[in-house]
């Protein structure tokens, strides 16, 4: 990142998979809500768990767990769905705790591919004093494929 960006913060919702914090720009993030139930979603890609309606709205639910490769989980209660919108669409995300919103300096921020190369789907990681946080990119989280199957599942409901 560079030096003009230093001293500003990036505001970041925080939330926890498999133990291991993660985060979305807040300006991504419309709302959380508890876990509810998700419909199936036929000849949608694999990581897309189905959909909710939320206020008349279908919103496909994608789980990140497929993506990195966790081993899955069946959410109950406890658990919560961060609704974040990309440039292409509302969706919604399982997580297994929400820890709140915290801010970063924009400078303590490392590129993913620095540190982990070829993560596409993570767009920055801090070095906290009590571990890293992936930042996410959900605009690059779904391949094109995968996006072109989503839209074209939701069009068939």
Sequence with gaps: MGSEQ?????HLVVFVLEEQRYALPVSTVVRVLPMVA????PQAPAIALGVINLHGHVIPVLDIRRRFDLPPRNYGVSA????????????AVPVDEVLGVRDVAADAVAPAD?????????AGIV??????????DLEAFLSLEE???????????
């Design 80 to 91: 919560h769905l961060l609704v974040a919108r990309t440039s292409r669409r509302t969706l």
């Design 6 to 10: 230093k001293g500003l913060a990036i």
């Design 38 to 41: 998700v419909s199936p979603l």
């Design 147 to 157: 996006e072109q199957r989503l839209t074209q599942a939701l069009a068939e409901m």
């Design 114 to 122: 620095a540190v982990l190369p070829g993560i596409g789907h993570v």
């Design 127 to 136: 070095a906290l004093s009590d571990g890293l946080l992936f930042i996410h």
